[in-house]
């Protein structure tokens, strides 16, 4: 019978025919989920690149195109790139930066991102992600930062500088990494603190636990782990070039 011929050719088969196919059927990753889409370029053709995943090869990137779980993005001098997430969350990273996708799930009932931030300056903004709980870390060098609906900058080089413009950040020390978000440590809507909060004396405070800033405060978190957390001066900083251009995309966002 041609269904019992089948049968004696699959298993006649040669041992090594069989752990090959069997290899291959066992090593093959699973495909990458699409995680956002490049929503902006400034820059050459060859000064905002892509690196995939399951590549070795960098590619430039192209507006419009798909970013997938697992994505490098890095920019050269002069080049900036806004990646906007299924869910709404919008990123962009700034010149000289490197970005690092490395684990997202945007479909569960909280949705988890895990990135990385190796050098450079990012700009976040969470505040357009559609309503529901999120588990979101960006790993610096020196510092995790964990967002919870809110709009920050974080800017990675010797030491680890995170601004809070609105909402909240969770910032922790690197051994912090892949962990769960800490508990909330209070209720109700985020305030604009009154005055400066300081750790006691600038740097001589080591980073151990998550610290909460909220708008109008920054953190800078050194290579040895000490950390400072100051108010910083708005309207000086609303001059910066840098954060200006992010909030007129920000504005534009929300109409």
Request: glycine residues 6%; aromatic residues 8%; hydrophobic residues 40%.
């Amino acid at each position: 019978m041609p269904g019992f011929r089948m049968k004696l050719l699959c298993c006649s088969a040669p041992p090594a025919v069989l752990a090959a196919l069997l290899f291959v059927f066992t090593v093959l990753p699973a495909a990458a989920e699409k995680v956002g889409t490049i929503t902006f370029l400034l820059g050459g053709r060859e000064e905002i690149q892509v690196k995939p995943s399951t590549s070795q090869v960098w590619s430039p990137a192209r507006l419009k195109a798909a970013v997938m779980d697992g994505d490098m993005i890095k920019t050269l001098v002069e080049s900036r790139c806004e990646i906007t997430l299924t869910d709404g969350t919008i990123i962009r990273i700034g010149e000289n930066s490197s970005f690092h996708f490395i684990d997202v799930n945007l479909k569960k009932q909280v949705r988890q991102l895990r990135a990385e931030l190796p050098q450079g300056e990012a700009w976040v903004n969470a505040s357009t992600a559609k309503a529901g709980k999120k588990d979101f870390q960006l790993k610096a060098p020196t510092a995790v930062c964990a967002i919870r609906g809110t709009i920050y900058d974080v800017a990675a080089d010797s030491a680890t500088t995170c601004k809070v413009y609105d909402g909240k950040v969770e910032v922790g020390p690197v051994t912090k990494w892949s962990t769960s978000m800490p508990r909330e440590t209070r209720s109700g809507p985020p305030q604009q603190v009154q005055g400066p909060v300081e750790v006691p004396g600038p740097f001589e405070v080591t980073l151990e636990e998550w610290q909460q800033i909220v708008r109008g405060q920054q953190i800078v978190v050194r290579k040895d782990g000490k950390f400072a957390k100051s108010l910083f001066d708005q309207r000086a900083d609303s001059t910066d070039e840098w954060v200006k251009w992010n909030k007129e995309l920000d504005a534009k966002a929300k109409k």
